[in-house]
């Protein structure tokens, strides 16, 4: 049941040394930071979800944030009523968020298509009004989910567990340890490894490999006497919980929740980052997720400043002109660097960077290949 093949498990072995080993890795790109590696971790949670909906079935949905923002709503709601230890917490924000992804997935299957995609549009879009208008006394509308120190807690309250944080806000912790700094890191890190497993068992087991039949034949798949429909629900609801984890990891590092993790424009980064890392490949959706993460924390914080005191070598006028020049693609407009890197990706690379990876190994390999020929010519 939990085997792999031994390539899946080279790949598993190799993925979960990268994981590990970001602080690291990431240290001269600038990128060390514990709550920026959270994100890193919690956001490619998010794509390998996505992923397993749009990489295997080609459904796009575009309402993915809600099932982030159920997740996190949730989690709070876990810590101000039961306890500030995090697996009450994100077991239910992955229930809950399965069960919204059920009623909507649903609904929305009933159609393919762009009529699928706008179904799913529509439903995210509900779920962030209802959580800014009705639900008020749910979400705290736009205030947003706050921990208070008066709160019920009632498995702390009966197992006299003392409060994390002192005497400030309580703070989420794991088995009485606060949930902070490389610890906090790591357990996002080893939820990251545990769901990339999840996904390859997926991807090689039957039931993947029916999802791919629905994404490449689906009229044939039907013609056959193959019922689809419960296999699409049971992706939906499987990305949804992913989504769930996600969003309750999000509440973790910050326990707070708000509306805004629901907008469209969060589907939206989900989708990029799906397509710029590779959809339907199992590292892709972590790679994109990762290099939209960086550009939107790292690039957005380069100034004129930091261009002057780079280009100080330079001779005044090429200084002033490539600062100009640059400034335009980092800081604020970060977002015009990634616009023209995702086209540039789309154009000329659609199956994403993993595809440009494995066209670049087969480059060489041909080359190298070549060069005995040519000598021996």
Known sequence: ???????????LAIFALVVVTMPIWLAP?????????????????????????????????????AFLGVGSYTAVWSFKLLSMDILPALLFAVLVAGLFALVIGFFSLR????????????????????????????????????????????????????TVGGAGLPSPALLGNSVTGYFGFYICAALLILTFYISQKIFASP???????????????IYTGFNIRPYMLAAFVISGMFAGLAGGLLAVTDPIAGAERMRWT??????????LGGVGTLIGPVIGA???KYFENIFSAINKNM??????????????IAVTV????????????LGLLFVLIVVFLPGGLVEGYLKLVARLRRGRGTKPEAGGK
């Open 1 to 11: 049941m939990f085997h792999l093949s031994r390539k899946d498990q080279v790949k």
């Open 29 to 65: 790109l600038g990128a060390a930071y514990p709550g920026l590696m959270q994100k890193f971790a919690i956001y490619a949670i998010f794509a390998i979800g996505f992923n397993i909906l749009f990489g295997l079935t080609g459904y796009l949905s575009f309402g993915h944030a």
């Open 111 to 162: 159609r393919t298509g762009i009529y699928f995609s706008i179904l799913t549009l529509a439903f995210a879009q509900m779920c962030y009004s209802l959580a800014y208008s009705v639900l008020t006394p749910i979400t705290n509308g736009e205030t947003g989910l706050l921990l208070a120190r008066d709160d019920p807690r009632v498995i702390d309250a009966a197992l006299g567990a003392g």
């Open 207 to 221: 039931f993947g490999l029916a999802l791919r039949g629905i994404k490449s034949n689906q009229t044939r798949m």
């Open 266 to 275: 969060e589907s939206g980064n989900i989708v990029l980052m799906t397509i």
């Open 290 to 292: 990762w290099v939209i």
């Open 307 to 320: 261009l002057n005191a780079t280009f100080d070598f330079l001779p005044d006028g090429m200084q002033n």
């Open 326 to 337: 640059l400034s335009k693609f980092v800081g604020e407009g970060w977002h015009l660097t």
